[in-house]
């Protein structure tokens, strides 16, 4: 299992005029509409944008723009 942290994409949600989702992975930085998680996850603040996000530790899959978490 590898770290993950998801937050809202606000610029490129802007962009393509649709709710856009950010998953960071193995740095990988995944454009996704939608989230299925199935692992414990916990609110974490950064220093930096994104200030909140959501990590855990889990695979990371994305089919048809929806990253799935187990």
């Given at each position: 299992m590898?770290?993950?942290y998801?937050?809202?994409?606000?610029p490129e949600t802007r962009k393509r005029g649709?709710?856009?989702?950010?998953?960071h992975y193995k740095g990988q930085c995944l454009l996704?509409?939608?989230?299925d998680c199935?692992?414990?996850v916990k609110t974490r603040v950064r220093k930096q944008q994104p200030?909140?996000?959501v990590a855990g530790s889990g695979e990371v899959t994305v089919?048809?723009?929806?990253?799935?978490?187990r």
């Open positions: 590898a770290a993950f998801f937050h809202f994409n606000k649709v709710p856009v989702m950010t998953v996704v509409e939608s989230i199935a692992v414990p200030v909140i996000v089919t048809n723009g929806v990253a799935v978490i």
